[in-house]
């Protein structure tokens, strides 16, 4: 199958929930997707469908098997890592693990400033519970599908696209490179947290929620930078430290961000930075490997520009806390064919050149 053009993420209003929202979105344009998507993440109605954009299936920075030579920075990190993979135990299934299977529960909110949840009235104390399943099948198919309040998301990589499916989309596919999924990494794959921060470079020492912790840092490249940006939307940076801790040698903390200038012919830029900063808790032993139960992740949303109104950047805040109900590895019975993308993914959209969405990619 040949590399897919993605499309458009054009999020609709909530009045429209049910209309056929998937046909809608086969015809849209960017220049559509610009005046819609501003108004999603600042309108209260569309909590919900933010919140999943965002918190449901982002995807990791880098691919999980960068091709880059080890160097004298990299080499820095050898001992974190190795250090990590002693405190796991995943060395021992290192070219044994085939897939990997786990559900959880997550509960996801708008937060005010003051770190208060936020109903779409305004009121705080409100927020959306779930639940996901995933399958991973090494190296890069991944399947996630998330339920939460009246929405379920659909998402997954067959190794040669990554695509979303959501209620209000249709499905579409994601710009640039195959990256594997970042609910992955927050624990529950230390044999793909290996592999990855191996080759990350060493950023000192921080101390983060408590705890003395190594900093490793990894960046997207140009050119996958470049892969992911077009004439209207130019992908600036988006980096991930991972915090591994001194004591543990566990990964407790991961943090990324990105920065997204949008300009329209005629009209000047504005910069969207999104940062999701996830606590990572609760290890427990499943078959000899020590992976997260639990844990947090916040993010805070900042759009600015000089022909913002009112003046100043405006701010979303959201949050999601998820818990692990079962992890196993070398399931039985899964195949390749588990993985393959939606028909519409395939052959029913139009080759727009556009990103998978600036604020959930």
């Not at 880098?62 to 135990?89: C, D, M, R, W």
């Not at 470049?226 to 004591?247: C, L, P």
Request: glycine content about 8%; charged content about 20%.
């Amino acid at each position: 199958m040949g590399r897919l053009a993605p499309l458009s993420e054009e999020p609709i209003n909530a009045e429209d929930d049910n209309t056929n929202s998937s046909k809608k979105g086969r015809g849209q344009t960017w220049r559509n997707w610009i005046k819609t998507h501003f108004s999603l993440v600042f309108n209260k109605k569309s909590d919900l469908k933010i919140l999943l954009s965002v918190l449901g299936c982002p995807l990791f920075p880098v691919p999980l098997h960068p091709k880059q030579p080890l160097n004298e920075v990299s080499s820095s990190a050898q001992y974190i890592i190795q250090h990590f993979a002693a405190a796991t135990g995943c060395r021992k299934l290192e070219g044994t693990v085939k897939n990997i299977f786990a559900t959880g529960k997550v509960t996801m909110a708008m937060v005010d400033d003051l770190g208060s949840a936020v109903s779409a009235a305004g009121a705080t104390g409100v927020s959306q519970k779930g639940c996901f399943v995933m399958w991973q099948m090494v190296p890069n198919n991944w399947l996630i599908e998330l339920v939460v309040g009246s929405h379920k998301v659909v998402a997954g990589s067959d190794g040669s696209v990554a695509w979303r499916h959501t209620p209000w989309l249709g499905a579409h596919a994601a710009k640039g490179g195959v990256r594997p999924l970042r609910r992955a990494f927050q624990g529950l794959d230390p044999m793909a947290i290996s592999a990855v921060f191996s080759l990350a470079q060493y950023m000192g020492e921080k101390r983060i929620s408590g705890i003395d912790c190594f900093v490793l840092k990894l960046s997207a490249d140009q050119t996958d930078l470049a892969e992911r940006s077009d004439s209207t939307a130019e992908m600036i940076k988006h980096v991930v430290f991972g915090y591994f801790s001194q004591r543990s040698g566990l990964l407790v903390h991961l943090e990324d961000s990105y920065l997204t200038r949008i300009q329209s012919p005629g009209t000047h830029p504005t910069y969207w930075e999104t940062t999701m900063s996830t606590r990572i808790d609760d290890y427990r032993t499943v078959e000899g490997v020590m992976v997260s139960h639990a844990g947090q992740s916040s993010v805070i949303i900042t759009r600015f520009g000089d022909n913002l109104k009112p003046p100043g950047p405006a701010i979303t805040r959201m949050e999601e806390t998820w818990t692990i109900d079962d992890l196993a590895f070398n399931v039985p019975g899964l195949s390749i064919d588990c993985f393959i993308p939606p028909t519409d993914v395939q052959k029913d959209f139009p080759e727009e050149d556009l990103v998978w969405g600036s604020l959930s990619d």
